[in-house]
């Protein structure tokens, strides 16, 4: 079974600049989650989506930051325009049920400059 | 806001010995979980134990919750190089997605 797969690694780019990072969850999963890490600290959920439905964007920076699941399979989150402070670790999850164990995928590690 | 506290930030061993770490979170929770994550890697998930559960075991891990004390422990036993990582607890409550302590950081040496 493929695990959730995350594009691109790494990604440098200059303040100012847009960015977008990519997810491909477990097939058959429904509800998909994207974390920021920043160093030293444990991920912080952005955005949780129950199939193309986002149930949780609290903590999403609205402004900056926007994500989409179309056709509730894969999703997509951007910044635009990023700041330094953006730099992090971004992270998706995905799990079968909206409880229970999530399966991350690799991570996006972003360097804004 | 991180509501999982782990503790001890750092942890040091030798190969063998074994590990404990444990956590402390504030509000009534419906499930709590650890994760391990290996540098540069995303995290993995290693057991969930339920506020009706007190223990649980998973090969060399064992978990136990005190929801009394808001607080559950992580134990490796006879820990080898490849358990060097971070270790986090995260909780989940009804209806909310999982929230993340800061981790324990284990060095297992040979």
């Known amino acids: 079974e493929a695990g959730v797969v995350q594009s691109p690694r790494y990604k440098i780019i200059e303040k100012k600049q847009p960015v977008a990072f990519w997810c491909n969850p477990i097939?058959?999963?429904?509800?998909l989650y994207w974390y920021r890490q920043n160093l030293g600290q444990g991920p912080e959920l952005l955005i949780r989506?129950?199939?193309?439905?986002?149930?949780?964007d609290s903590q999403l920076p609205k402004d900056r930051f926007s994500a989409e699941r179309l056709k509730g399979v894969d999703s997509t989150l951007k910044i635009q325009p990023a700041e330094l402070g953006d730099s992090a670790v971004y992270l998706c999850?995905?799990?079968?049920?909206?409880?229970?164990?999530?399966?991350f995928g690799p991570g996006t590690r972003l360097t804004v400059t | 806001s991180q509501q999982g506290e782990e503790d001890p930030q750092a942890l040091s061993i030798q190969e063998g010995e074994n590990a404990t770490m444990n956590c402390s979170y504030k509000?009534?929770?419906?499930?709590l979980q650890w994760y391990r994550q290996n540098s540069g890697r995303g995290l993995v998930h290693l057991i969930l134990?339920?506020?009706?559960?007190r223990e649980k075991h998973s090969g060399r891990l064992r978990v136990t919750l005190d929801t009394s004390k808001k607080s559950s422990s992580l134990l490796i036993t006879a820990s080898r190089a490849a358990d060097t990582a971070s270790y986090f607890c995260?909780?989940?409550?009804?209806?909310?997605?999982?929230?993340f302590g800061k981790g324990t950081t284990l060095s297992v040496s040979s």
């Open positions: 999850a995905s799990s079968l049920r909206p409880e229970g164990e999530q399966y």
């Open positions: 097939s058959g999963h429904n509800t």
């Open positions: 989506y129950e199939n193309e439905e986002a149930v949780d």
């Open positions: 509000t009534s929770i419906n499930n």
């Open positions: 134990i339920r506020s009706n559960e």
């Open positions: 995260a909780t989940e409550q009804a209806g909310t997605a999982l929230i």
